[in-house]
């Protein structure tokens, strides 16, 4: 999932961040592949327990080799928390999805973020938000019911968590802009994942009390505990290849190819569970994509005026 806007380099070093974007187009479906997979055995917080937990130890070693930043300011320490918080959110709705729907439509509907940034831009700091840009949030938020529909027929208010995704995603990509004029990749993705575990602590143990079902942890098979490592390590390479993309690349131009992850996810969705979106999911994507990408364009257009 998409990470920090970071002050962008040298034109000369472009192609080296579309390249790492590409990479995150390739790698990201991944964790919702070793999501989808762990999640048939343990619940959806164990699952979400183990990608914040496995990223710590994953990224340490990083931390370590890069002397990154360790000592943190009020301000990033609350900005943090904040991320984190919207994180295991985005993380947990997102896992609950896939659980049951196919990954391609969930991650459909989690791209209607592009306009709920622009609705937070407008309430949140009185951006100006022109006729085009509202007549195209309205058509790709239709393109979004399209992907909906057959999906709550299928499986009920399951298909909505991927639209709670998309919101607690959105104020994730707020907070990780304003933090990544201070913290490096690295840095940001380590205290996040530690804040979050820290965090869900509390949760667990007051679920473990209460003995709610949706709080369970459990001891897994093996191969439970390896899809669970998976989950951390691709979403710990994933969000590291955005990361250094935002940073040799600006955003407008890295921002357009994140829709390629449409089409990995629907390849590793046939490829792992034999799950083909429908023909009116594929409108709707379709729909979505093009309304998402006329937004895209229209930020990069006014930007430069």
Known sequence: ?????????????????????????????????????????????????????????????????????????????????????????????????????????????????????????????????????????????????????????????VALWPLVTAVAFAFYILVTRRLSRELPPVAMNFHTAWMAVLIMLPVLGAGQMLDLPLLALSWAAPVVWVQLLCVALAATVAHLFISYALRFAPSATVAPLHYLEIVSAAAFGWLFFRDWPNLTSWLGIAIITASGLFIIWREHRIARM
């Open 1 to 157: 999932m998409p990470a920090p806007a970071l002050v962008p380099v040298p034109m000369d070093r472009v192609p080296l961040g579309v390249l790492y974007m590409v990479l995150f187009c390739l790698t990201a479906p991944l964790i919702d592949v070793a999501a989808k997979m762990a999640s048939q055995h343990v619940t959806v917080t164990q699952v979400t327990l183990a990608r914040y937990g496995f990223q710590v130890f994953l990224m340490l070693p990083l931390m370590m080799l890069a002397g990154s930043v360790w000592r943190l300011s009020p301000v990033m320490l609350r900005l943090l928390v904040l991320r984190a918080v919207v994180g295991l959110v985005s993380t947990y709705s997102f896992v609950a999805a896939v659980q049951a729907m196919p990954i391609a439509d969930a991650l459909a509907i989690v791209f209607v973020e592009p306009f709920i940034l622009l609705a937070l831009g407008f309430l949140l700091f009185g951006e100006q938000v022109g006729p085009r840009r509202i007549i195209a949030s309205l058509i790709g938020f239709s393109g979004a019911l399209l992907v909906i529909q057959p999906n709550f027929a299928v499986f009920g208010p």
